[in-house]
C-alpha cells in the first residue's frame, strides 16, 4: 500500500469516476453517462470543480499550426506581443516574466524578435503534453479515496517518449468558425458550439453568420478532429503548493518532461528539441519525485526552483479567428 506522502489530492470514487470521463468527453451529458453519474449531479460537481481549477479544451497544435511559446523575459514588453494568452511573473534566481502564446510557424522567429534584448529564453513546444487521469504516473486509490503519484508509472512513461522534433513551417490556418468554436472551448470546455461563435460575433462582426447544419459539418470535420480531450488542472490556495516551473536541460530532457506531466500536481510539459519545461503545483512532499525523475534521465534543472506568480498580467487574450484570412495565418499588431 502506497504511503500518504504519495497522495497529491483527495476525491471521492463518485468524483474520480466522472473526472476520468470528463477527459475525454464532448458534453456534461456524456461525461455523465460514461461515469455513471446522474446529469444533475455531474453537472453539480463539474461548476464546483470551476471554482477551484482550470478546466483545459486540449489541442493538437500542430494539426491548426500553432506552436506553443514560453518565453522568458527580463523586463515587461511595453505591447503585449500577438499571439500572447498570459505574462506572468516568475520568482526565482533572477527576476523574470513568463509569456505564454501560440503562434503560427512561420512568425516565430518575428515574435521573439517583438522580445528584443529582454529575451533570455525560449521554450517551443513541438510536443505539448498535459495530465490526464489515465497517465501512467497516477493511480486512484479506492480505499483512501485519493489520487496518488506513482513514479514507477511516471518512469515508463518518460522512456515511451521520444525527442521532439522542428514543425515544418506552413502558412494554413483553421478558418474564422473552426476558431470561434476552438477559442470558445478553449475558455469553456462544455461551450455549446453555436453559443461559442454568437460570442465571437459580438466581439467581431467579421466573423460570419453560419447555419446550424454547418456549424455541425465544421464541428464534425474540422474542431472534433484536432481535440486531445480535456484537461483539469486542480489550484490550491497554500503556501505549501506554490505554482512552479521546471526547466529541464539535457539528452533526456524530453522523457523527463513527460515522466513528470504524468503524475498527479503537474499540469503540462513544452518538449522543445534540447529543454523542456514542466508547469505545475505539487505539494512539497512531492518533490522528491522531481529529484528522482533528475537522477533517472541525468537532466539539468535549469534555474533552480521557480515559481509563478499565478496572476495573469494580460487583460485580453487573443481573438484567433482575426489572425486567420483566407484559410492562413496572418500577422496582426
Request: no cysteine; glycine share 6%; aromatic share 12%.
Amino acid at each position: 500500500m502506497k504511503s500518504s506522502a504519495d497522495v497529491v489530492f483527495e476525491l471521492t470514487k463518485r468524483e474520480w469516476a466522472l473526472l476520468d470521463a470528463v477527459a475525454g468527453a464532448w458534453t456534461i451529458r456524456e461525461a455523465a453517462r460514461r461515469a455513471g453519474v446522474p446529469y444533475t449531479s455531474a453537472r453539480k460537481i463539474i461548476l464546483e470543480w470551476k471554482t477551484r481549477a482550470r478546466m483545459v479544451f486540449h489541442l493538437d497544435f500542430k494539426a491548426i499550426n500553432l506552436l506553443p511559446v514560453f518565453s522568458f523575459v527580463s523586463d515587461l514588453p511595453p505591447k503585449t506581443p500577438p499571439f500572447t494568452f498570459s505574462i506572468r511573473r516568475v520568482l526565482g534566481e533572477k527576476p523574470l516574466y513568463l509569456l505564454f502564446s501560440l503562434v503560427p510557424t512561420p512568425f516565430v522567429d518575428k515574435f521573439l524578435k517583438t522580445l528584443g534584448q529582454s529575451l533570455e529564453l525560449s521554450v517551443r513546444g513541438y510536443a505539448f503534453l498535459r495530465w490526464f487521469p489515465s497517465s501512467l504516473g497516477t493511480k486512484y486509490d479506492e480505499e483512501k479515496e485519493a489520487v496518488m503519484y506513482d513514479i514507477e508509472g511516471a518512469i515508463i512513461t518518460g522512456l515511451s517518449q521520444g525527442p521532439a522534433e522542428e514543425w515544418e513551417v506552413r502558412e494554413t490556418a483553421p478558418d474564422k468558425i473552426d476558431l470561434a468554436v476552438i477559442q470558445g472551448r478553449m475558455r469553456d470546455i462544455f461551450v455549446r458550439p453555436g453559443d461559442a461563435v454568437d460570442k465571437a460575433r459580438e466581439e467581431d462582426p467579421t466573423v460570419p453568420s453560419v447555419s446550424r447544419q454547418l456549424l455541425s459539418y465544421h464541428v464534425n470535420r474540422h474542431v472534433m478532429p484536432v481535440w486531445r480531450g480535456n484537461s483539469i488542472h486542480f489550484f490550491y490556495e497554500s503556501e505549501d503548493s506554490p505554482l512552479m516551473l521546471f526547466l529541464f536541460e539535457g539528452e533526456k530532457a524530453h522523457s523527463a518532461a513527460a515522466a513528470l506531466v504524468s503524475m498527479p500536481g503537474f499540469y503540462e510539459a513544452a518538449i522543445d528539441t534540447d529543454k523542456s519545461l514542466v508547469i505545475g503545483q505539487p505539494p512539497y512532499r512531492q518533490l522528491k519525485a522531481v529529484d528522482e525523475i533528475v537522477e533517472k534521465f541525468a537532466v539539468k534543472l535549469r534555474g533552480g526552483t521557480m515559481m509563478l506568480d499565478p496572476k495573469n498580467l494580460v487583460e485580453k487574450e487573443p481573438r484567433l479567428w482575426r489572425y486567420s484570412e483566407n484559410n492562413k495565418w496572418v500577422w496582426v499588431e
